[in-house]
Every structure is written in structure tokens, then in C-alpha cells.
């Protein structure tokens, strides 16, 4: 939670300094392009209030996020989805529309950039998300175990070395490659004492099994803690026949 407020706290503050640079300061190089224009462009761009309104659209983001921040200390789940969700679509959105202030002969060329990347941003945003919620299950077969889903794999018993539930998830320091959501881990984290691991947890969902085999670690829980102990009964048996 520590490290998603300074992140927060940080793009509020950076989209403030840039905004209050580009509207008070005049700084309207801070734009990207607008320093390349020819000055015909530019001094255009500046009469239609292209610059300005790019100004207010960042400090405007900036209070929206400012404004969702302490959803960090409540129980809400999806609290870094809703953020940075907002924060997406808002700026999208705003340069859809700022493209009615482009230039006249450069403007339905803005619009199409604009929209494209709003649809190409927000399509692979919601494929991203889609895997990353996709659901997972630990299916133990006669000489084998899979973990079903992205990042998943099967082992067979013989690689297993220890199997363990946990009451508590050790601490989870780096991702390394895999989905860190607000309410799931899936893929390759580092953890704290166990090194590298790949993780398939429901986060705040105890309790947790926890596999060693003879290359990789591996974390895992089900939905509710009675499934959990399932896979970990059945697992645990096999394992040690």
C-alpha cells in the first residue's frame, strides 16, 4: 500500500508541476511536438487554446486522482484498477476532445490518432486485465499435478519435495514478471526468504499451500480457505505415496 500511495502521490504531483507549467508559465515546450511546429502552428495552436486546455486537462486529472486517493485506506478491493482506470480514460478522453482545437487542417487527422489510441490503449488494457483475473485451479492427476491458466504448468509428484499450508503469505517483495492486481498475484515474484516464486494467490485469502519442487516454488490458494485445504489434502497424499 506504501509503494502504490507514493506512486499516486508522485503522478498527482507531476501532472500538477507540468500542468501549472504549461497554463501559468507559458512552458508550452513541455508539449509533446508543439517545439517541432513550424511558429505559424504554433501561434495557431496557442489563439485556439490548444496549449491552455492541455494545461487544465493535466491539473484536472491530477485533483481527480488527489480526489480517489483515500481509497487506498478502505476496504475497497479494487482500488488500484478504479485509479488508474480514471486516470487512462480521463486523459484519453480529454485529447479526443482537445483535437477540435487542432489546427483546421491537421485537425481530423488528431481525431483519428486519438481515438485509435484510445481504442488500441483501452483494448489491451482490457485483455491485460482479462488475463490477469482469468481464474486458476490445481488439478492433481495420477503422476502429475497442473495448475491450470497463464503462468501455469504441471509437475509430477516425483519433483515434489515438501508441501506445506501456510496460515499466513510470506512477505512478497518484487514482481518480476506476472500480474500484481489489487486482489490477485499470478506469475514470478521474488518473496521474502523463499527467493523467487511463482504465485497464484488470492490476496487477504488464507490460508495458503505452499509446494516445493526440485526447480521452483510455488504458492497457491483457491477461492475459499475450504478448497484450499482441499488441493492441499489431496496434493499432500498423493506426494507422499
Given at each position: 500500500m506504501v509503494l502504490?500511495?507514493?506512486?499516486q502521490l508522485g503522478?498527482?504531483?507531476?501532472f500538477?508541476i507540468?500542468?501549472?507549467?504549461?497554463?501559468?508559465?507559458?512552458?508550452y515546450?513541455?508539449?509533446?511536438?508543439?517545439?517541432?511546429?513550424?511558429?505559424?502552428?504554433?501561434l495557431?495552436l496557442i489563439?485556439?487554446g490548444?496549449?491552455?486546455?492541455s494545461?487544465?486537462?493535466?491539473?484536472t486529472?491530477?485533483?481527480?486522482?488527489f480526489?480517489?486517493?483515500?481509497l487506498?485506506f478502505t476496504?475497497?478491493?479494487y482500488?488500484?484498477?478504479?485509479?488508474?482506470g480514471?486516470?487512462?480514460?480521463?486523459l484519453?478522453?480529454g485529447?479526443i476532445?482537445l483535437?477540435?482545437?487542432?489546427?483546421?487542417k491537421?485537425?481530423?487527422?488528431?481525431?483519428?490518432?486519438?481515438?485509435?489510441?484510445?481504442?488500441?490503449?483501452?483494448g489491451?488494457?482490457?485483455?491485460?486485465?482479462?488475463?490477469?483475473y482469468?481464474?486458476y485451479?490445481?488439478?492433481?492427476r495420477?503422476?502429475?499435478?497442473?495448475?491450470?491458466?497463464?503462468y501455469?504448468?504441471?509437475?509430477?509428484y516425483?519433483?515434489?519435495?515438501?508441501v506445506?499450508?501456510l496460515?499466513e503469505?510470506?512477505k512478497?517483495?518484487?514482481r518480476?514478471n506476472?500480474?500484481g492486481l489489487?486482489?490477485?498475484a499470478?506469475?514470478?515474484f521474488?518473496?521474502k526468504?523463499?527467493g523467487?516464486?511463482l504465485?497464484?494467490?488470492?490476496?487477504?485469502?488464507?490460508?495458503y499451500?505452499y509446494i516445493?519442487t526440485?526447480?521452483?516454488?510455488i504458492f497457491?490458494?483457491?477461492?475459499t480457505p475450504e478448497q484450499?485445504?482441499?488441493?492441499y489434502?489431496?496434493?499432500k497424499?498423493i506426494?507422499?505415496?
Amino acid at each position: 500500500m506504501v509503494l502504490l500511495l507514493i506512486v499516486q502521490l508522485g503522478l498527482i504531483l507531476l501532472f500538477l508541476i507540468i500542468g501549472w507549467a504549461i497554463l501559468k508559465k507559458k512552458d508550452y515546450w513541455l508539449l509533446s511536438g508543439f517545439a517541432n511546429r513550424p511558429k505559424e502552428e504554433q501561434l495557431q495552436l496557442i489563439e485556439n487554446g490548444y496549449p491552455q486546455r492541455s494545461g487544465k486537462l493535466l491539473i484536472t486529472t491530477a485533483v481527480g486522482m488527489f480526489i480517489l486517493l483515500p481509497l487506498i485506506f478502505t476496504p475497497f478491493k479494487y482500488t488500484l484498477e478504479v485509479q488508474f482506470g480514471f486516470m487512462i480514460v480521463f486523459l484519453l478522453t480529454g485529447y479526443i476532445y482537445l483535437s477540435k482545437y487542432e489546427i483546421l487542417k491537421k485537425r481530423k487527422r488528431s481525431y483519428i490518432l486519438s481515438t485509435t489510441l484510445f481504442i488500441v490503449i483501452m483494448g489491451f488494457t482490457g485483455i491485460i486485465m482479462y488475463i490477469g483475473y482469468q481464474d486458476y485451479q490445481l488439478v492433481t492427476r495420477q503422476d502429475f499435478f497442473e495448475i491450470t491458466g497463464v503462468y501455469g504448468n504441471v509437475w509430477s509428484y516425483e519433483e515434489v519435495k515438501r508441501v506445506e499450508l501456510l496460515e499466513e503469505m510470506p512477505k512478497v517483495t518484487v514482481r518480476q514478471n506476472g500480474f500484481g492486481l489489487s486482489t490477485m498475484a499470478k506469475g514470478k515474484f521474488k518473496v521474502k526468504e523463499y527467493g523467487s516464486s511463482l504465485l497464484f494467490i488470492r490476496k487477504d485469502s488464507a490460508p495458503y499451500i505452499y509446494i516445493e519442487t526440485d526447480n521452483k516454488k510455488i504458492f497457491i490458494n483457491a477461492k475459499t480457505p475450504e478448497q484450499t485445504k482441499e488441493w492441499y489434502n489431496e496434493l499432500k497424499a498423493i506426494s507422499e505415496e
